[in-house]
């Protein structure tokens, strides 16, 4: 109870959680004994269900209360129960030293270990729930076994390398299902296929179109399931089925398919940096004919795949704005009563601004994944001051800041989408056109 709900309102207090399980804890107790009221749980939800909507609740506070609260009976308990705060964009959970480990458990070891559960769920809240439980069920008794061994250090290591596998499936579950519950399956698929474009540029669409639809797949079963080992099997699955098709093919991708720990494979190709682009003439676009056809959507897709492995430091918040940019076109001119006008009218305003916006996509992100941080802010501030040089120290010095704290986040491949998606439209533009600003 105190992981689902701490995954439910992961922006919620300890206090707050603690309140809430206590009630449903205690809800349990007295309804689920043997004998109890028929009536006993109908009347004690009603009970906390009040509760919530009282104006002096301790529970988690969530917008949508007020609403729930305006409706009766069962309507408003199943509207409560479906509240949930959107996950932490970034992971804040920090795992602290060993010895402070053992001294906040030997202090007081039943807190220790519910302040914990909260602080890890509320951070990796996106990952399958039985992967959490997993996940903290052995790290618990990680701490309660070498905190008491007459060698903690010994102790922590042995336990921590056996605890490797299931940290790096938490970790990497938790990316994808975060991604998978921000995009849906189709756009999953499509930042699947241009991450793996971007680290295999020389590979085509048809070798890697259906490795991203498996692994969309696998998410859409895994990331809310409660079968204890849907996510360690599937995606290892799907690993062994991109190993095999590609690691022959690239020398970097094969490296990470060596060994037999398909979860390492996993995470070492998740990790790999993008390839150099290759020389490729001008991306192909499909024709009006194709965009509206009963495969537009495929055709959309093996066009912006092909602008992806063309513009390899374009991380997948960008490519995912021209995906959005490429729907929003079809869906509104393909119902057209004249659909070649409406498309060519697009065509013709994306020809003006897409350059512009890759290029200033590339110039950033390229500069920030090459250079240290201290270089790339100092690059940062030279360019803004030749395209701005009436600008003074302090508005330069704030726009510096901004660029290199978005940079910092969202030129990542593991980006927070829905944080960086918001941010791209506000995005300056590149210093050497100081007057546009690129839209995706």
């Known amino acids: 109870?105190?992981?689902?709900?701490?995954?439910?309102?992961?922006?919620?207090?300890?206090?707050?959680?603690?309140?809430?399980?206590?009630?449903?804890?205690?809800?349990?107790?007295?309804?689920?004994?043997?004998?109890?009221?028929?009536?006993?749980?109908?009347?004690?939800?009603?009970?906390?269900?009040?509760?919530?909507?009282?104006?002096?609740?301790?529970?988690?506070?969530?917008?949508?209360t007020a609403g729930c609260c305006a409706q009766e009976g069962l309507e408003q308990k199943l509207c409560l129960a479906a509240l949930r705060h959107p996950p932490q964009q970034l992971p804040s959970y920090?795992?602290?030293?060993?010895?402070?480990?053992?001294?906040?458990?030997?202090?007081?070891?039943?807190?220790?270990?519910?302040?914990?559960?909260?602080?890890?769920?509320?951070?990796?809240?996106?990952?399958?729930?039985?992967?959490?439980?997993?996940?903290t069920r052995t790290f618990l008794s990680m701490v309660s076994t070498c905190c008491i061994s007459p060698a903690p250090t010994a102790c922590f290591l042995k336990e921590?390398?056996?605890?490797?596998?299931?940290?790096?499936?938490?970790?990497?579950?938790?990316?994808?299902?975060?991604?998978?519950?921000?995009?849906?399956?189709d756009k999953v698929t499509f930042s699947y296929l241009t991450s793996l474009a971007q680290k295999m540029p020389g590979a085509s669409f048809e070798d890697l179109f259906p490795l991203a639809q498996d692994a969309a797949e696998v998410f859409s079963q895994c990331c809310d399931s409660l079968a204890e080992d849907c996510m360690h099997k599937k995606l290892s699955e799907h690993v062994a089925k991109a190993c095999g098709a590609l690691s022959a093919r690239d020398e970097r991708f094969g490296g990470c398919c060596k060994g037999t720990n398909l979860l390492r494979s996993y995470f070492c190709i998740s990790s790999l940096p993008p390839a150099p682009a290759p020389a490729l003439p001008e991306a192909p676009k499909p024709t009006n004919e194709q965009v509206c056809s009963e495969e537009g959507a495929v055709y959309a897709k093996r066009y912006l795949f092909e602008l992806a492995?063309?513009?390899?430091?374009?991380?997948?918040?960008?490519?995912?704005?021209?995906?959005?940019?490429?729907?929003?076109?079809?869906?509104?001119?393909?119902?057209?009563?004249?659909?070649?006008?409406?498309?060519?009218?697009?065509?013709?305003?994306?020809?003006?601004?897409?350059?512009?916006?890759?290029?200033?996509?590339?110039?950033?992100?390229?500069?920030?994944?090459?250079?240290?941080?201290?270089?790339?802010?100092?690059?940062?501030?030279?360019?803004?001051?030749?395209?701005?040089?009436?600008?003074?120290?302090?508005?330069?010095?704030?726009?510096?800041?901004?660029?290199?704290?978005?940079?910092?986040?969202c030129c990542s491949p593991n980006s927070p989408p829905l944080y960086c998606s918001s941010k791209v439209k506000l995005c300056p533009p590149s210093p050497r056109r100081a007057g546009s600003h690129p839209r995706a």
């Not at 220790?112 to 729930?129: I, K, M, N, T, W």
């Not at 390398?161 to 975060?178: F, Q, Y």
């Not at 729907?327 to 020809?351: F, H, I, N, P, Y």
């Open 1 to 64: 109870t105190l992981i689902a709900n701490s995954r439910k309102y992961s922006n919620a207090t300890f206090e707050e959680i603690s309140h809430l399980v206590q009630e449903i804890v205690s809800l349990a107790e007295t309804c689920c004994a043997e004998g109890a009221d028929p009536s006993c749980y109908d009347a004690g939800s009603s009970a906390l269900s009040a509760k919530s909507c009282s104006g002096t609740s301790s529970f988690p506070s969530h917008p949508g």
């Open 309 to 409: 492995r063309r513009h390899p430091s374009v991380p997948d918040t960008f490519l995912g704005k021209l995906y959005d940019a490429c729907e929003k076109v079809r869906a509104e001119c393909c119902s057209a009563k004249d659909s070649s006008t409406c498309l060519d009218s697009k065509r013709q305003r994306m020809g003006e601004e897409l350059p512009r916006f890759l290029e200033w996509a590339s110039q950033l992100c390229g500069q920030y994944t090459q250079l240290d941080f201290l270089t790339f802010k100092k690059k940062l501030r030279e360019s803004l001051t030749r395209a701005m040089p009436a600008a003074s120290p302090e508005l330069l010095g704030q726009l510096v800041e901004q660029r290199a704290g978005f940079a910092s986040t």
């Open 94 to 135: 920090l795992q602290p030293s060993n010895e402070e480990l053992c001294e906040a458990f030997k202090k007081d070891p039943k807190d220790f270990a519910d302040r914990f559960l909260h602080e890890y769920v509320s951070s990796y809240g996106q990952a399958p729930l039985p992967v959490l439980l997993v996940s």
């Open 160 to 185: 921590k390398l056996e605890r490797n596998v299931i940290s790096l499936l938490t970790l990497m579950s938790n990316r994808a299902c975060s991604r998978f519950a921000a995009y849906g399956k």
